[in-house]
């Protein structure tokens, strides 16, 4: 057989692309070693495809990865089980001589195989991060929908024509705490604004007081935190006559009167 009737048959081509059986594997390698003129083509056939491949490229995930090449290689242990059919005689089967399209097309759809699942996979991951996304956003318009209805209920208590503000200012053990009491003075409920009041700590819990007729009153205890932000104005007990506010860190089920320090006082 001549050299080239060999890189006419498309041989080579199928050898590049791994398509090509075990015995023209076997025939390629002998060709390669008797013809320098085919080693040479063959070289041409990897490189163009090697280029042709990498204008395709699309890298793959680890995973997608793995797949392919169990794949490849539990289809080349099956190969190996299967008994090789022996030709009948000896005479050689006639070579067919294809154009250059179709023998690099046959190469080509091996890489367009494997950019077209990176190409799937690409799209899916895109899709679930969409989705992701989307879902992300309706939670953070679910919260900001939840952060301006209380802030509306918190502009209503504070412009209440009814509404009279108290700052309740730091003593000795916290000089720099504060808060604010709105009390409204067509119906004596109280709101607090706790939030300069310090974080308290694990076990403890701020106690409102009213000071009535010089004793104190619990008017309930006050959440100071929220997932990690601070609660904003909370309406604690109502008191018909008070004198002054104050508020105290107790234990977190309260006390029936002040036993821990007092934080914050101010008076009507």
Do not use: C, H
């Amino acid at each position: 057989m001549k050299s080239q009737d060999i890189i006419l048959s498309g041989i080579l081509e199928l050898y590049a692309a791994g398509l090509a059986s075990e015995e023209e594997q076997k025939d390629v390698q002998a060709y390669i070693v008797q013809y320098p003129e085919v080693a040479e083509e063959l070289a041409l056939i990897d490189a163009d495809m090697e280029s042709y491949a990498q204008a395709l490229a699309m890298e793959p995930s680890a995973s997608v990865k793995e797949k392919i090449f169990a794949r490849i290689n539990n289809e080349k242990e099956e190969a190996k089980t299967v008994a090789p059919v022996k030709s009948i005689n000896s005479v050689p089967a006639p070579i067919i001589g294809i154009t250059p399209y179709w023998k690099y097309a046959a190469a080509a759809s091996v890489v367009l195989l494997l950019g077209s699942i990176a190409l799937n996979m690409v799209l899916y991951n895109k899709s679930n991060d969409i989705t992701k996304n989307l879902q992300q956003t309706q939670q953070d318009l679910a919260a900001l929908k939840d952060e301006n209805k209380t802030m509306e209920g918190d502009m209503a208590v504070v412009q209440n024509k009814y509404s009279k503000p108290v700052s309740l200012k730091g003593l000795e053990a916290s000089p720099n705490a504060a808060a604010k009491i709105f009390w409204m003075e067509n119906t004596g409920e109280v709101y607090l604004d706790p939030v300069n009041l310090p974080e308290a700590p694990a076990g403890k819990q701020y106690q409102l007081w009213g000071i009535v007729d010089g004793k104190p009153v619990s008017g309930g205890m006050i959440l100071t935190s929220k997932k990690g932000e601070k609660y904003r104005i909370q309406k604690m007990k109502t008191f018909g006559k008070v004198d002054a506010f104050a508020i105290t860190l107790e234990s977190e089920s309260g006390n029936t009167s002040p036993k821990g320090p007092m934080f914050v006082l101010g008076k009507m």
